[in-house]
């Protein structure tokens, strides 16, 4: 995931945290920053974002707040095994990731959470009862509050009987971008309609 500038690439890795080391880590979130025509070194997000659990598919607002999904283990046992997180950012760093509730977190499975630009629109996959396959996309928005409303499905023209992950939209906001079954499959959004999931 690009940083708004386009200075900084995200991804995650189990590449373990010490070079000299050679078995793999737990998988955390890194990044390289753009330095001149190439990218500098991968650097390690660290604490609190990366926990000593698994982290994984980060995506950003344009004001540099992060959401992913972890396995992290949470005073209270966590909602499941994965669940969706956001650390908001400032010029200090990375705040203590938020795990989000019970409107878009579920007992079950919630991972790869793709957030709109402007942290409104959150498109995330979900292995819960009631969908139309092995795995949907849902989606949820935030509203002037600040309060996440229910997550929805996003409907047949895109979920399936198989499994829908790793939402993301193209820049513009036009188009829609995910697996399916193995293979890349991308959707206008006018096809759509953007409901009534997204």
Known sequence: ????????????SNRPRD????????????YVERDGDGWGPEIN????????GNEYFVSLTDDGDVFFASDRAEPDGGFRALDIYEAK???????????LDHAVNSPYYDADPFISRDGRTLIFASVRPGGLGRGDLYVSRRGEDGVWSGAESAGSAINT???????TLTPDGRFLLYTGEQEIRWISMDAVGRGPGI
Do not use: K
């Open 1 to 12: 995931m690009m940083s708004a500038d386009g200075r900084r690439l995200y991804f995650i």
């Open 19 to 30: 070079p000299e080391a050679t078995e793999p880590a737990d998988f955390d979130i890194w």
């Open 45 to 52: 997000v660290g604490a609190p974002v990366n926990s000593p």
């Open 89 to 99: 950012w400032n010029e200090v760093g990375y705040q203590e990731p938020v795990r």
């Open 161 to 167: 009987a198989g499994h829908e992950l790793c939402p």
